[in-house]
């Protein structure tokens, strides 16, 4: 590197915002788009709009030159032409390849290059009916280009559903091999030579490595809160490149839904909607003539390197502090899409979330960090499911306080949970946010779901099950980046463990005894009997009453963090009788327990237990998981509590 390059990018590590001299340019070169600010070039095919390259601090291309040019930086998604239910796979996958190519800025400041299909409806048979707008930015003095995508249809055009959307990087594999999404949550990756060589496993994503170790790139996602920033390192340590995310507004379903993020590959993923640990039902769904647009995004895609070797852990503060730049120029002024909305075309809304739950104390309480939220007009906890629309989020003070900053235009519900509390808010009144509005809500009150005292309660009301034990895994099935941590539950086979630690009966809890930090399995998986034959599974909750009230009503809520293809009955005192005090009936597509998840959706059921069928003294409820369709079947827990009847 010349003395001067180093200068530049040591300069930029250093955060003084070097910029580069030369500005912007474009370039056209073999049909390629070449945008160039003299710190990186980056190629975009003409006019498909895939990225084919990114040239930086010398090194001629930092994706897999392997690759064919479409396989290397991509828009995708996958879709059926229907709105109707759609239950085999995941649909048609279109990678999307662009027909018509635009400049839609060219100054020393900023190159905006847009990449757009149109659909024909005489092709509509071969591609979704939607029009998709691909942009990519570059910026002066930026080490990375930003990117973004706008769909459109219009009224008349068939129907559609759409699984997910996303754009993925894939980078050079002998260049990149240390993945990093977390900080808790980095190693050195395999190769895809290593997966090719490795046993399948239960499924296609997971394979047994020559090394022993398990690989499977459901065991990196991540919640949308939490997903701001992942990449690679290079395997001299001098380089690194990263997705980054400064707002999760245009992501579906909400803070909560998980996403894929980097795997092996070397592969990145900024994924914006996805039907993985909700299910295919909850695809983007269009009716016939249902006209519809959003945009998605821009995120960042960022390179930055150090002098030297051995700087992993710099290059990934570098990254955060990057990503904290981002979120702090969120939204963005570049974007040339009136699409895109600027600040002042934004709105906000505040207020103050209060909890009031007698039970717990005579005087309302703050809902301190709860989670606050605007999506589209719907039901109470209906945010969970929703991916049409825009959704924004933030976290209350300890005093119960919320605002929610720009807003896009447009009406919304409020919704939010708390956590310790079960159940979901839903704020009576629609929001209606307009440019510059601030719309003050004042106090507002949640009452949580509650008939009557606590008798006794399992778990922490936190809508996931990482409290409850988690086992080892067996260990020729391991993935030793989570070993000895808190999240055991992405290791492989977990579902095979259940019945490994309860070979002779199920699981019994015996309340004021058992711990279920210790004893309550985090999911109620179903029993193996041999290599195809499973059977269900009945825990046992055993606690004593000191008196039952007579002629009265108890409640049971049981709230549960994920269900897959299965069925909760509950019954009492009475294991055999054929009809359950309560069924859920078949519930859940989520798939969780398979995708190494803690929770997929958020599920709550409050049961009436009349007290004839309670008794003085010892009582017990079973909870039987019937469904065995696969190994895959079963229930998750959050929180569980017996109330007595009120005022008792």
Known sequence: MSSSLFLLFFLHWLGLGVSSSSGVHLHIKNNHAVMDNGILQVSVSIPQGFVTGIQYNGVQNLLEVQNKENNRGYWDHNYWTSSENYNSGNGEFDRIESTNYTVIMQTEEQVELSFTRIWDPSLKYNLPPLNVDKRFVMLRGSSGFYSYAIYERFQGWPGLQLFNNRMIIKLSQDKFRYMVI???RQREMPTLQDREKGRPLAYPEAVLLPSGEVDDKYQYSMDAKNIGVHGWISTDSTVGIWQILPSSESRSFGPFKQFLTSHTGPISINTFHSTHYVGDQFAIKFEQGEPWKKIFGPFFVYVNSLPGKGNRQKLWEDANKQFMTE?????????????????DQRGSVSGRLLVEDRYVSPRKMPAKVAYVGLAAPGTVGSWQTECKGYQFWTVANEAGYFSIKNVRIGSYNLYAWVPDFIGDYQYEVVINVSAGSATKIGNIIYNPPRDGPTLWEIGIPDRSAAEFYVPEPNPKYINKLYLNTTERFR??????????????GDLVYTLGVSDYRKDWYFAQNIRKKDINTYEGTTWQIKFRLDNVVNNATYKLRLALATAQAAELQVRVN????????????????????ARHGIHGLYWLFNVDVPSSVLKKGDNIIFLTQPRKLDAFVGLMYDYIRLEAPPNS
């Open 574 to 593: 009475s294991p055999a009788v054929p009809r359950p005090l309560f069924s859920s009936g078949l519930i859940g597509k989520e798939n969780t327990i």
């Open 491 to 504: 290791q492989y086979g977990l579902w095979d463990r259940y019945a490994e630690l309860h070979p002779n």
């Open 327 to 343: 979120v702090k120029n969120w939204p963005y002024k570049f974007p040339a899409s009136k699409d895109f909305l600027s600040s």
């Open 182 to 184: 977390s900080d808790n």
